[in-house]
C-alpha cells in the first residue's frame, strides 16, 4: 500500500540549516512535493521533483531523492524564523499521476530556536 | 499565480444540516480535489474530478457527495452533517495529470 512516513518534529536554531527528511513506498511515483503550511493557513507548494530526477536546487531550497531507498530530503539553508511551519511531503497516487490525488505524510513541525 | 478560493474560512452547522463547501479556481484547471485535515491524520482524500460532471471517490467519500457543473466550481457536499465530520477542508486544483496541486487557504468546518 502506499504511506509516506516523516519525523513529526524538527528543532534547529536560527540561522542554520534545517533538513527534514521522509520516506515513501510507492515506486510508480512520478512527483514528489514539499509543501509548507502557516498556522490557519491552506498548504503552499514549495517545490516538487520528478521522479527520474537525484536533486533539485531553487534559492533555499534543496531537495534530494534517492530512489532506491525511496527517500526524499529538503534542506532549506540559513533557516529564518519565519520558516517555522509544518512542512508536509506527498507523493502522486500510482500511475494515475495528479489526476488521482496526493498522499501525504503527517507533516514535521519545524521549530526555530533563537 | 494560482488562485484556489474557498468560500469560507470559518463555518459553524448543526447535526443533520445538509453543508456546501464552495471552492472556484481562476486558471482553468483540469483537476480538481476535496481533503480533509485532522491532527495526527495528516490529510485525506475525500473526493476528486478530472472534468467537468465527472467525479472519482478518494479515500474517504462516506458521508460526502461532489459536484462540479462548470470547470473552475467544485463543491463538496455533506448530505447530513454529523460531529465527525468537524475538520479543516481544503481544496485544490492542478493543471492537468502530473501538474503539481495548488491549495485555498481551507475551511474550518464545526458541526455541533
Known amino acids: 500500500g502506499e504511506d509516506v512516513e516523516q519525523s513529526l518534529f524538527l528543532s534547529v536554531r536560527e540561522g542554520d540549516s534545517s533538513v527534514i527528511n521522509c520516506t515513501y513506498t510507492?515506486?510508480?511515483?512520478?512527483?514528489l512535493y514539499w509543501y509548507k503550511q502557516e498556522p490557519g493557513a491552506g498548504l503552499q507548494l514549495l517545490t516538487y521533483?520528478?521522479?527520474?530526477?537525484d536533486m533539485k536546487q531553487d534559492q533555499r531550497l534543496t531537495v534530494l531523492l534517492n530512489k532506491k531507498d525511496k527517500h526524499l530530503s529538503l534542506r532549506i539553508a540559513d533557516t529564518q524564523t519565519g520558516d517555522s511551519a509544518i512542512y508536509f511531503c506527498?507523493?502522486?497516487?500510482?500511475?494515475?499521476?495528479?489526476?488521482?490525488?496526493?498522499?501525504f505524510g503527517k507533516g514535521t513541525h519545524l521549530i526555530i530556536q533563537p | 499565480d494560482v488562485k484556489v478560493t474557498q468560500s469560507s474560512r470559518y463555518l459553524v452547522k448543526r447535526t443533520g444540516e445538509k453543508v456546501f463547501l464552495e471552492c472556484v479556481q481562476d486558471?482553468?484547471?483540469?483537476?480538481m480535489f476535496w481533503y480533509r485535515q485532522d491532527p495526527g491524520l495528516g490529510l485525506r482524500l475525500i473526493y476528486f474530478?478530472?472534468?467537468?460532471?465527472?467525479?472519482e471517490k478518494g479515500d474517504i467519500p462516506e458521508g460526502y457527495s461532489v459536484s462540479r457543473e462548470k470547470k473552475e466550481r467544485f463543491s463538496l457536499i455533506l448530505e447530513s452533517a454529523s460531529t465527525n465530520q468537524t475538520s479543516m477542508y481544503l481544496c485544490?486544483?492542478?493543471?492537468?495529470?502530473?501538474?503539481?496541486?495548488?491549495f485555498g487557504d481551507g475551511t474550518r468546518l464545526s458541526i455541533l
Open positions: 474530478s478530472y472534468d467537468v460532471k465527472m467525479k
Open positions: 485544490a486544483s492542478s493543471l492537468r495529470d502530473h501538474q503539481p496541486q495548488h
Open positions: 486558471m482553468d484547471h483540469e483537476n
Open positions: 506527498a507523493e502522486s497516487k500510482g500511475s494515475g499521476g495528479g489526476a488521482d490525488g496526493l498522499t
Open positions: 521533483i520528478f521522479s527520474n530526477m
Open positions: 510507492d515506486s510508480s511515483s512520478t512527483y
